[in-house]
């Protein structure tokens, strides 16, 4: 089967630049003896968890534990949620642990205790990582604060769970307009967490880990020491954000979008088949060329961007798109591959990509954890 | 069941306001003798369908054939689909006439002849509206093109297609900043369509049916002769740009996302369990105070939104909500409910709603045409 042969719009996968991503990100860890967990939220597919452990990841990540329930049904062992998961889903958390090995976060000494509560009576102990805000300010507790050693120092002696050490996430890295300014987050990150995990040392408390995890920040984390675990999950699949970021090269992309055109109404407008429900509304950060909701490239075998088609509207079932130099005579019937400003979020709106090499279709894979919001 | 026992993040349907959307715009109709043919996608549910046919509606739009096949599969007899669908799914469509009347929408002459001959070929005959741009500047013909009245002419002389009439969609109402915008936008959809109507007519060839829709310019399109089917689909469950656009009350908004809170990490910053995966990154649309992704409530039994809440940035699975009054004392556990800037797209996100009614949860719903894109 040939793209051409697909309905549209569709989600496609190119195997050869996926596999090169993972074994180049595996490699890059194993050089510095890193443990690489990759968050699988990108993928949402069993399969390509298991290329990545198959690789040498140690365990994978999911946000929720909905889809930890898939990763772990289809037999991924370790599974790492680092997500402020809240003590009333103690029940599905207790339910996994005869399937996998399951660890998860903290930032709140309260939701620590109903942890702790909830899991030591039912004759459990769970590993748990705090959660530290290093510039995102999302969850995380705030390091500088006086009280934040103290605060890892209860949670560390809670029964019922096992500390093991802090965890961050530096998405503030998706707002840097530089390789310079990214390479700082880094940098600060890790300032950061080692300086608390050495005030938590001091209170006589053990901390094995510290884990950082995102993909711009994924090359600078590698150069730093004190480092034990990576998380990147977008770099299986990377994006046009990611392009913009400077974590990846047009080539590197491995999801696209196939759409059709399905009007012409004007010379300088061309209406595809992916709409929202496709692309989403997501915006494409980093620096450069951002504007439009993906980027429509120069044809279907190219790795190249249109400079030309700017997708500047999405509607749910249509996109919009400016065609400003008219050199391509776009009509009717007409296929075009686009790179997604946010491929994440684009593979939880399909239930299935088409893996494919060049302009064949090798296989369908379904995306199994999709959805899976709880 | 209460709402307080369901996992969140989740979507909740209001039965009573559900049904009297539903009520409410049907009655509109009538008084005016317009046939009602609501667009499914916003609940993509053939049990809601099949309500909204019982009430009196002569059949539901769908965007996409995927759409239309399970409506069709589900008994729904009488679907259009206001979409220039390209003549490569003709096999789709003729399979599907089995099970329901069918009809489609053309803005171009070749793909016109393409539909034209494949249906021709099959023996078949199927009814189609020639879609015009009355402002939206999506698809559609020029209606004030010369040759716009001779292309819809030709059309309607194509063996295999049985052309019925001219179809619009204002969307740009949604750009709207006033209900006086909004009103002459929908009187110059009228204008545009009824004039084109009498050249077509002029040519010899009947126009049965003038066909508009869009839930904001629906009350002011009822107040005008001519229109012969409205197709909203939006006015079912509302939603933040509805109440901003002034189509329907917050006391009219039948679908709210009931989430958690997860975090609480600063006294000014609220951390919930409902990202981009569960509200969409859809800014909200309308006058007034629009930002952020959704409306918090005031409390889980109020349709108020709590003015100190905003939702001003959300991740994949997080909402980073500003607290600016602090008057609320939400702590990890907590729940809120949230009407949604743009609920068509929400309940795309996932498998099943929540039938609700105040408080206690009476049902859940397959959303059955959910991801249906191609």
Known sequence: MQLTDLRTPCVLVDRVRLERNIDRMQAAADARKVRLRPHAKTHKSPDIARVQTGRGAVGICCAKLGEAEVFARAGLADIRLPYP?????????????????????????????????????????????VKVDVGFH??????????????????????GLRFRGLLSHAGHAYGATSEHETAAMAATERRLLTTLAERVRALGVEVEEISVGSTPTARFSLQQDDITELRPGNYVY??????????????DCALT?????????????????SGSKTLTNDVARGSGETRGF???????????PDPALVIERLSEEHANV?????????????????????????????????????????????????????
Chains 1, 2 share one sequence.
């Open 85 to 129: 998961l809240h003590f009333s889903n103690a029940d599905r958390l207790l339910a996994l642990q005869d399937l996998a090995m399951l660890s998860f976060i903290v930032d709140d000494l309260e939701v620590a205790r109903g942890w702790s509560s909830a899991l030591h009576a039912a004759g459990s102990r769970v590993d748990v990582l």
């Open 138 to 159: 999302r969850c995380g507790i705030d390091p500088d604060a006086e009280g934040a050693a103290a605060l890892v120092a209860r949670v560390a002696e809670l029964p």
């Open 238 to 251: 990377y994006d046009r954000t990611q392009v913009a970021l400077g974590s990846a090269t047009w080539d």
């Open 257 to 273: 979008v196939l759409a059709r055109v399905v009007s012409r109404p004007a010379p300088d407008r061309v209406i595809l088949d």
């Open 294 to 304: 993906g980027a429509v490239l120069e044809d279907l075998e190219s790795t190249a």
């Open 322 to 374: 400016r065609d400003s130099a008219g050199t391509r005579t776009l009509v009717p019937g007409d296929l075009v591959r686009i790179v997604p400003n946010h491929s994440c979020v684009v593979s939880n709106l399909v239930d299935r990509v088409y893996v494919v090499d060049g302009m064949r279709v090798e296989d369908e894979l379904d995306v199994e954890a999709r959805g899976r919001i709880t």
